[in-house]
């Protein structure tokens, strides 16, 4: 009887394993997700780096079990929210699309939204972190962390992990993102504890010169919500007045300051960042793989390719348990899922906001070092 059961279990082990490696077989259709993105204008880093997170994923996984492919139909928003508006409907109204992924910026996510439910699309925002992208009954989910999220992990890693108790706050007042989460994290830092000593708009030569002046008294550092060409500015500012201070940034800076300002990099040496992930970690073979593709194109360390390569699991996830395409059950799942394997961990979905872990880093040598990791 022993031997028996032992024969049943091998065989049922062997045969299990083969089903893992089973070669799919193409079926010769198509499922259309449409991609939304700024492939042009001022916002183009984040459409092009994106999409090639999103390229190499599908590289690792072209065809669906059932052996349909995953076509994606490109609309270049160029930037601007008229023209995503205007191209979304047209190909909406033209093509069977089934999902979108979207990789906008947060303003105008917030405001392409009511787009998505109006023609029922269900899609995933991969880097658009405002609060109101997700909306109670919509048809977009927030694969990345929230401004909220951000902001509770920074005040936490300032108050309980470096035991710091007052922070400046620098912000650019025409940057919608960079006012939210600044005064986000404000409000949050006060709330358990924390002093912030000031509060101040350097978008411009007249706020710049404000910080210049600004006498530091007891502050110990700086939190910025600025984009990498105004971090690089601030930074030479510290330099100049010789602030013995930190500074702690915001998601994506790294990947905005290989590609705008290069020749600058590394003034970002020693900058803590809010980050979904860290290129010092042991690495599986799956994202070994990912990221041997994406360094065929000089992006092994973009975030908004990493965060791509979740959304693509996150979609295959939907199709998969939706044979049918259908676009309620598509979009119940991409509000509620179970564990999904991530580029780096496991995340999963609830009420169409994100639970995975979040980093704080530090850049060194044009990588994030893993400083802390934060659920």
């Known amino acids: 009887m022993k031997i028996f059961l032992s024969l049943v279990l091998f065989f049922g082990i062997f045969f299990s394993g083969c089903d893992k490696n089973k070669v799919i077989r193409p079926s010769g259709k198509v499922v259309k997700v449409l991609v939304v993105a700024p492939f042009s204008g001022k916002d183009k880093r984040l459409g092009d780096q994106s999409m090639l997170g999103l390229k190499s994923a599908k590289k690792m996984k072209k065809y669906l079990p059932n052996g349909d492919e995953i076509v994606f139909e490109l609309c270049d928003t160029k930037s601007r929210l008229s023209v995503a508006k205007r191209e979304f409907s047209k190909i909406v109204n033209n093509e069977n699309i089934v999902a979108a992924i979207s990789f906008m910026s947060s303003t105008n996510m917030v405001s392409m939204r009511d787009e998505f439910k109006k023609y029922k699309i269900p899609a995933i925002a991969t880097i658009a972190t405002n609060n109101d992208v997700v909306k109670e ?37 025409k940057n919608r993102y960079s006012v939210a989460l600044a005064k986000e994290f404000r409000d949050v830092f006060i709330k358990i504890g924390g002093k912030v000593n000031f509060f101040i708009d350097v978008g411009d030569k007249k706020g710049l010169e404000k910080l210049k002046n600004t006498r530091l008294k007891n502050t110990e550092i700086l939190f910025s919500s600025l984009n990498s060409t105004l971090t690089a500015k601030i930074f030479k500012i510290m330099h100049n007045k010789n602030w013995d201070i930190s500074l702690l940034g915001s998601d994506g800076l790294l990947s905005d300051a290989l590609e705008e300002t290069p020749k600058d990099i590394t003034l970002f040496d020693g900058i803590y960042v809010v980050d979904h992930y860290a290129q010092d970690l042991s690495l599986n073979k799956r994202r070994k793989t990912f990221e041997k593709y994406l360094e065929k194109d000089g992006y092994k360390n973009s975030t908004y390719a990493l965060l791509a390569y979740d959304g693509y699991q996150l979609l295959r996830y939907a199709l998969e348990t939706c044979p049918k395409y259908d676009k309620e059950c598509i979009n119940a799942v991409f509000q509620d899922s179970d564990v999904i394997k991530g580029i780096a961990g496991n995340f999963s979905m609830l009420d169409a906001k994100v639970k995975r872990e979040i980093y704080v880093d530090k850049i060194q040598n044009a990588t994030l070092h893993k400083e802390v990791i934060i659920y």
């Open 137 to 173: 009954g919509g048809y977009v989910s927030q694969i990345c962390m929230s401004n909220h999220h951000q902001s509770l992990v920074a005040a936490h890693y300032v108050r309980d992990e470096k035991l710091m108790q007052y922070v400046g706050i620098v912000f650019e007042s």
